[in-house]
């Protein structure tokens, strides 16, 4: 006979699966968008950075510096360095963060090994596959980002130091990274290390437009002579909330509301279209927003 106080077997693996079900849903999406971008990411370090000897930063950037110098494969020695990483940053990094870091760190090695025995074809400008391999490597990890997740190593080390320490990381982050380069010209040489420089400058900034196109919204501010047919505008034909602030004019002190709402580019221009068509007087202010927390935009546990 059981116990009231002791759930039976049966109940706790109900339980169990319960929470592994609410677990799936809720991060169903981080699943998806971390294999896509693994392997974008994997196709630029096998196809644009190994086969031409480019320099790459971070941990993987040690990876390729090793496979360069000894012959080990880099998907072996960036999970070899991502372990000892996430050891070392076990107690300070939460839940969430420490399991996407762990899978992430064994898919990529998975799949950078995976992506070595694809024979891609040979692009004579090595300008153009420091580029375009770059842009394809920083879109990837962009899309991590933008989930709250990483590959895992250099960032291993930054979310550990700026938890502990609050020391500068983006300083810390450039000086690894320089002092890398530097020691791979007497590897790879100076042509090579150039383009591993430009390759990082380009990573950098398309990681960044990912994750600022992917945010940004327009701000937008509406007078109009008659308020609730915007409000229904936006609410109904747009699917957007918005803010009514109570506002008076600076001139003949007539009392009324601003409507304010953030909406997409392709929303603010049929707004617009709108407001032309049927309220011609109107004023309408648009702002860029680059960053919108809260429901309908980014969810506040990917901040």
């Not at 759930?7 to 929470?19: A, D, N």
């Not at 420490?98 to 074809?121: E, K, R, Y």
């Not at 933008?146 to 700026?162: F, H, K, M, N, P």
Request: net charge positive; glycine share 8%; charged share 20%.
């Amino acid at each position: 006979m059981e116990h009231s106080g002791h759930p039976s077997e049966e109940l706790k693996w109900k339980h169990l699966y319960k929470k592994a079900e609410v677990l799936f849903f809720s991060e169903w999406r981080t699943l998806v968008t971390s294999v896509v971008a693994i392997v974008i990411y994997s196709i630029g370090v096998a196809a644009f950075t190994l086969p031409y000897r480019f320099a790459d930063q971070g941990v993987m950037g040690v990876s390729v510096l090793v496979k360069y110098t000894i012959g080990i494969n880099p998907a072996y020695t960036l999970l070899a360095l991502n372990v000892v990483m996430l050891v070392w940053g076990a107690r300070t990094l939460n839940r969430r963060f420490l399991v996407w870091t762990v899978i992430n760190a064994f898919l990529v090695s998975f799949v950078l090994d995976f992506m070595q025995t694809i024979p891609f074809p040979v692009i004579e400008d090595r300008f153009l596959v420091a580029v375009v391999g770059s842009a394809i490597k920083g879109f990837g990890v962009g899309l991590l980002y933008r989930e709250g997740t990483c590959l895992g190593g250099l960032d291993i080390a930054i979310s550990v130091i700026r938890k502990k320490y609050g020391l500068e990381v983006g300083k810390i982050s450039i000086y690894f990274n320089m002092t890398l380069l530097i020691i791979s010209i007497g590897i790879i040489g100076l042509t090579n290390a150039l383009y591993g420089f430009i390759a990082c400058y380009v990573n950098g900034m398309a990681m960044d437009r990912v994750l600022s196109s992917f945010e940004r919204r327009k701000l937008v501010f509406v007078i109009a002579s008659d308020t609730q047919a915007v409000v229904d505008f936006i609410s109904r034909h747009l699917n957007r909330s918005c803010t009514l602030l109570s506002s008076e004019g600076g001139y003949k002190h007539h009392e009324g509301f601003t409507i304010m709402t953030l909406l997409r580019t392709r929303e603010s221009v049929e707004l617009k279209a709108f407001l032309a068509q049927h309220y011609p007087g109107a004023f309408m202010v648009l702002a860029e927003a680059d960053e919108v927390v809260g429901k309908g935009f980014k969810r506040w546990r990917n901040v």
